[in-house]
C-alpha cells in the first residue's frame, strides 16, 4: 500500500500509529480535516484481519466523520480510531488508559468517543488519562439513543421524499444489526406502527427486539432480499455491494451503519435502480450530536432537538440531488465541502506576534 498518496488522496491531515506493550494496545489515531474544529470520533474496537485493513477502516471513518460533523453543523472537524484486538476481552483498563495517553498526546487536535466495540466504561477509563474523550458515564453517556431517534427522522424524511407522507404505519422495514442503536430504532420503528423483519448475529440481541417489537426474524444474508420497503443497514460498513444490490427489494436505504456504500459508485447504481439513498453520516449524525452536547453543555433535550433536525436536513439533500442531478451521496457531499470551504475562506486574525507573557 502506497501510504502517503493514499492519505494524501484522501485529504487527511494527520496518521499516527500506536502502541504499548504493557497493555497489549496496538491503535491507529486518524485525523482528517480541523477546518471547523477540532477532529472527533469514536473509537472502533475490532479483530482487524490485517493491519491493512485497520488503517484503510480508520481513513475512510475519519473522512466520513469530517463530512458528518459538517453537514449537522457542528464546530468539529472529522477523526477516527481503532484498536486492533479481540473486543470481547475483560482486560480492558490498561488498554484504554493507553488509548487516553495517546489521545492526550496529540494535544486536543483529537477528540475520541464510544464507537462499536466500546463502552461508556471504556470511555471512563479513557478519561482517567485524557479530558479529550466524549461519552463517559457522568456526562452524556451512550449515545447510541440520540442516534436511533436521528435514523428514525431519516426515515421519516425519506418516506416522505419517496411516497409523499412520512407516515410509517404498514410500512415494513428490514433492520440489520439489533445493537444499541438497532434495538432503539426498532422500538421507534414498532410504535410509529411500522412491521420489521430483523436479522443479528447475536441471538441475545434478536431475542430482546423481538420480545419488545415482535419482529420477524430472518437468517443474517436473507435481510438483504427481503419484501420490503426500508433497509435499515444497522450494524458495519460496506453492506451495499455488487453482491447485496441486485437482491435488494426496497424502496429506501436508510440506517445508522458508517460507510454503508462499499464504493462511491454504488450509490450510482442505487441511483439507477430507483432506490432512494439517505446518506448514512446525514442520517446517523444523531450520536455526534450528542457527544457534542458534552463539549458545548446542551441538556439532553436541546441533543434531542439538534436531532430532531435532521428530517430537514436529509430532504434538502434530496432537494439538491434534485435540481443538479446528482445521486444523493454527492449532494450530501456537496454540503459538507461547501461548509468547509466557507470556513477555510473566512478570514484568519492572529494574536500579536511574538506573544510574549510579560
Not at 455491494?241 to 459508485?265: K, M, S, W, Y
Not at 439507477?272 to 453543555?297: C, F, H, K, M, Q
Request: aromatic share 8%; glycine share 10%; charged share 20%.
Amino acid at each position: 500500500m502506497r501510504f502517503f498518496e493514499t492519505i494524501a488522496d484522501m485529504g487527511h491531515e494527520q496518521v499516527v500509529f500506536c502502541h504499548d506493550k504493557a497493555s497489549g494496545y496496538r491503535g491507529i489515531i486518524a485525523i482528517h480535516d480541523t477546518t471547523l474544529g477540532p477532529a472527533l470520533g469514536g473509537a472502533r474496537f475490532w479483530n482487524y484481519a490485517s493491519d491493512e485493513e485497520a488503517m484503510i477502516d480508520a481513513l475512510r471513518l475519519s473522512r466520513g466523520m469530517t463530512y458528518k460533523n459538517a453537514v449537522a453543523g457542528l464546530n468539529l472537524g472529522g477523526g477516527k480510531s481503532v484498536i486492533i484486538g479481540d473486543n470481547r476481552t475483560t482486560n480492558r483498563e490498561m488498554l484504554f488508559r493507553a488509548h487516553g495517553r495517546f489521545v492526550d498526546s496529540l494535544g486536543g487536535r483529537y477528540v475520541t468517543a464510544e464507537d462499536v466495540g466500546t463502552t461508556v466504561e471504556d470511555m471512563d477509563f479513557v478519561h482517567m488519562e485524557t479530558t479529550y474523550v466524549t461519552g463517559i458515564g457522568s456526562k452524556s453517556g451512550d449515545p447510541s439513543s440520540v442516534t436511533a431517534h436521528g435514523v428514525f427522522r431519516a426515515i421519516e424524511a425519506s418516506a416522505h421524499q419517496k411516497w409523499g407522507s412520512d407516515e410509517l404505519t404498514g410500512r415494513t422495514v428490514a433492520i440489520q444489526g439489533l445493537g444499541h442503536v438497532g434495538f432503539h430504532l426498532a422500538t421507534a420503528l414498532h410504535l410509529a406502527g411500522a412491521r420489521l423483519i430483523v436479522t443479528d448475529i447475536d441471538a441475545a440481541r434478536i431475542e430482546r427486539v423481538v420480545e419488545a417489537t415482535g419482529a420477524t426474524v430472518v437468517a443474517s444474508d436473507e435481510i438483504f432480499g427481503v419484501q420490503a420497503d426500508i433497509f435499515a443497514p444497522c450494524a458495519l460498513g460496506g453492506i451495499i455491494n455488487d453482491q447485496t444490490i441486485p437482491r435488494l427489494q426496497v424502496g429506501i436505504v436508510a440506517g445508522a451503519a458508517n460507510n454503508q456504500l462499499l464504493e462511491a459508485r454504488h450509490g450510482d447504481e442505487l441511483e439507477a435502480r430507483g432506490i432512494l439513498y439517505a446518506p448514512d453520516y446525514v442520517a446517523n449524525a444523531g450520536g455526534v450530536i450528542n457527544v457534542y452536547s458534552e463539549l458545548t453543555g446542551w441538556s439532553r433535550e436541546r441533543s434531542l432537538r439538534k436531532a430532531d433536525e435532521i428530517y430537514e436536513t436529509v430532504l434538502s439533500v434530496y432537494q439538491i440531488a434534485k435540481d443538479t442531478g446528482l445521486p444523493t451521496y454527492k449532494a450530501a457531499d456537496r454540503v459538507a465541502e461547501q461548509r468547509i470551504a466557507a470556513v477555510r475562506g473566512m478570514i484568519r486574525t492572529w494574536p500579536q506576534y511574538p506573544n510574549k507573557e510579560s
